[in-house]
């Protein structure tokens, strides 16, 4: 099951003294979650890029949601370091 998400447009907190502009979507991101009813779900997310007027600079929110080293959002890796010791494809 693949489910597509894109960030809403509200303007990050961290840049809410800076003059924004929206300029689209990074690349989506695959990240692999909890299978649903024994289906494999993937969530392809897209975040948005905002220009700061004043600079010229691109940024975007800092999202905090895959485990550090694999595609798998926090809680299903913790799940599966519990399961199997281990996360898979990781040694």
């Not at 809403?8 to 690349?27: A, R, Y």
């Not at 289906?39 to 975040?47: A, E, F, I, Q, T």
Request: glycine content about 6%.
């Amino acid at each position: 099951m693949d489910v597509h998400l894109d960030e809403l447009h509200q303007f990050p907190e961290e840049f809410s003294s800076e003059k924004l502009t929206s300029k689209g979507f990074q690349s989506a991101v695959v990240i692999q979650d909890y299978p649903i009813r024994e289906r494999m779900v993937y969530l392809h997310v897209r975040k948005r890029k905002w220009l700061i007027c004043s600079t010229g600079q691109i940024v975007s929110r800092d999202w905090d949601l895959i485990a550090k080293g694999a595609r798998y959002t926090k809680g299903f890796a913790s799940f599966l370091k519990e399961l199997f010791g281990q996360i898979p494809d990781q040694q």
